[in-house]
């Protein structure tokens, strides 16, 4: 099984940017559908970004249009997430995941491997 881990978080002021990483272990990371999803206090998990084996991309436009960009380097074993225009909603935990599916899937009950998450707090 494949083993993620994040990095890249930490604080920024509202409007400002942060890029996040997630680099994998233990498996073949081109054949994975990759997803990053968050977690804010009090609330549930929630997708923001999903990119496939094949470059194929989803965003949840509601939060992360125009604003988060999801990118790959299978060369480097590692699934990015350049976030934008920050704002204190975008406060929360960024977990990274994996999926053997070759579809972009944005549930995450398709994601089998998880990293331990990295915190992303935007101040006001």
């Known amino acids: 099984q494949v083993q993620l881990i994040e990095s890249g978080g930490g604080l920024a002021q509202t409007g400002g940017s942060l890029s996040l990483s997630c680099t994998a272990s233990g498996g073949t990371f081109r054949s994975y559908t990759m997803g990053w999803f968050r977690q804010a206090p009090g609330k549930e998990r929630e997708y923001v970004a999903v990119?496939?084996?094949?470059?194929?991309?989803?965003l949840n436009a509601e939060l992360a249009e125009g604003r988060f960009t999801i990118s790959r380097d299978n060369a480097r074993n590692t699934v990015y997430l350049q976030m934008n225009s920050l704002k204190p909603g975008d406060t929360g935990v960024y977990y990274c995941a994996a999926s053997t599916r070759s579809t972009a899937e944005a549930v995450a009950s398709a994601y089998s491997s998880w990293g331990p998450g990295t915190q992303v707090t935007v101040s006001s």
């Open positions: 990119i496939n084996r094949y470059g194929g991309r989803i």
